[in-house]
């Protein structure tokens, strides 16, 4: 039995210090008119990651914030995180930007409207390796 775990338990630490999982997630959301904000999760990490992240929008300007999950508990939330409280923010209609997420934190790559008409956004997310 002992055999047995000694090779996993092995293979688990020479895994474990890889660095951050792989993230590529591009979507497309609306917001502005009755939609508030959409986000994407992050899990937390057990290193420091750098994420990209590049969007475009169909209409007027939208702010992306990335924003740690203890200020912001839910997505109804994120809205109301101020702008000096965000690890990266950046307003505009086609925009990209890199933002360090310290390890162990869990965080939100909030999608807001900031006023305005409904409108798409697409929007990439991505770590580098």
């Known amino acids: 039995m002992l055999c047995r775990l000694v090779p996993a338990a092995a293979i688990a630490l020479i895994f474990a210090g890889c660095g951050p999982a792989k993230l590529d997630v591009t979507k497309t959301y609306s917001v502005g008119g009755d939609t508030t904000a959409q986000a994407i999760e ?10 990209n992240i590049e969007f475009s929008t169909t209409g007027d300007e939208v ?16 809205a109301y995180v101020p702008e000096d409280k965000a690890l990266g ?3 505009g209609k086609s ?3 890199s933002v360090d997420i310290p390890e162990n934190t869990a965080a939100w790559v909030a999608i807001l409207p900031r006023g305005g008409e409904k409108r798409d956004v697409q929007i990439k997310v991505t770590n580098k390796k």
């Open 42 to 51: 992050l899990d937390a990490q057990t290193k420091p990651q750098t994420i």
């Open 63 to 78: 702010e992306v914030m990335v924003i740690k999950k203890s200020d912001a508990a839910t997505i109804n939330d994120v």
């Open 89 to 91: 923010v950046k307003k």
């Open 95 to 97: 925009e990209s930007f």
